[in-house]
């Protein structure tokens, strides 16, 4: 079968298929702000449906102003530090110019903060788990890339919680990550979790878990990230509560977000030379049925009548069955319509034509491996479900084989490796600032979950006792 895009040329491939595929039209003329095409935008809303559905089991949504004051956000010190260059901020109304500069929001800490010490009074009003998914302005300065590294984020799902004790907090870091490992199955996109460096936190955070995924070129992405607040936004806001005893306490606070990267790794990790590959729950269509009429006149009339009954029939079947198929009796040659519908990542293709008829059965194509074989038309629905599911495990099982990890022992291995690397550091920073610079890679973070880790004990810098650590070029 002839390709016609080539993953090994991640960059380009990754350009092509966004344009071909339909998912974002990058010609806006803003930088790092693009515009979703309407089957890019519904693969973006069935990816948002899951994650929407696994938090509101325990969140409730809320919808806080994109605009914050500019006292507001210059309070909390640390955060302000680590945001202040990538802040897009609003003048003037008109030719007026504003009293008070407001900024358009880069994450929502300081604009919900100060709310929450509002709706905080007593212990009865904890906890708050609560989440949105809105758009975030952030001034990006290094290569901006479309769904990667974004000045507007159109798709932040940022969650804010707050506890009565510290305890509690972290109960609800292990619970997000339970949520979010459960996401990233869903979409079988495979992940390691680390916590990251002291020197790659999150601004104004005790601590930081991330998420990373491998892309084809063996750099990888941070596809989520959960931090534990402590009481460090409790003291700047002054949120406290009255406990049980009377006393009054500082909430405890974290935070966890996900960004329309989770888009762009369903993209780059299940795509291959012929365009995309989604996971049947994600996929917009999940099945397309080609009827095969020969215009040519090689068919009788009849014939021809019966193909496209058939194919009304199982196209009416399968909408009924739930599925998301789409019947396709365009004009066009099939040998388009295939090529149109594996560039869109289709899961399965059904072909009906005369001969297929005249057996009472049609002809199945799976997009993941191209195997094709005929099926009796009486069980094709069942035989539909099966093969879906089926295709789910594949692709699973396929980037889990692709994630894999080197283990290396010392900084010549490490000089030579790709990909995700696992080895031994102490958590001093000038360590790992030493390892970042000779060998152009990201320190991930000691690791929480990962298939492998490092056997050495010794920091392979300063042979000092050391943690089991992820290394890797990075997005
Ligand atoms: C927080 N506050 O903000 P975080 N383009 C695309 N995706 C991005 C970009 C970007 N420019 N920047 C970050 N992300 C916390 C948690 C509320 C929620 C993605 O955390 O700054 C990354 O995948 O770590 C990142 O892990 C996630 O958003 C959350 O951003």
Known sequence: MKSVLDRNNFSEWYSEILKRAEILDVRYPVKGVYVWYPYGLRLRNLIYGILRALMDEEHEEVLFPLLIRRDELLKEKEHIKGFEEEVFWVTHGGTTELDVPLALRPTSETAMYPVFKLWIRSHRDLPIRVYQIVNTFRYETKHTRPLIRLREI?????AHTAHASRREAEEQINKAIAIYRNFFDRLAIPYVIT????????????YTIAFDTLMPDGRTMQIATLHMLGENFAHTFDIRYEAEDGSSKFVNQTCYGISERCVAAVIAVHGDDHGLVLPPPVAPIQVVIVPIIFTSGADKPSESEAVKRACNVLHHELKGAGVRVFLDDSPERPGAKYYYWEMKGVPLRIELGPRDLANNSCTF????NFVKWRVPLTTAVSEVKNTLDDIQHSLHARAMERLEIGVVSDETELKNATGIVALPLCDRES???ELE????ASVLGEVLYASHS??????IICAREAKHVLVARTY
């Not at 916590?195 to 005790?206: I, L, N, V």
């Not at 194509?365 to 993941?368: A, E, K």
């Open 154 to 158: 159109t798709s932040f799902k940022e």
């Open 431 to 433: 360590c790992g600032k």
């Open 195 to 206: 916590k990251r460096p002291e020197w790659d936190k999150f601004p104004g955070a005790e």
């Open 437 to 440: 610079e000779s060998t152009g």
């Open 454 to 459: 490092s056997g050495g004990k010794e920091c």
């Open 365 to 368: 194509v799976r997009r993941d």
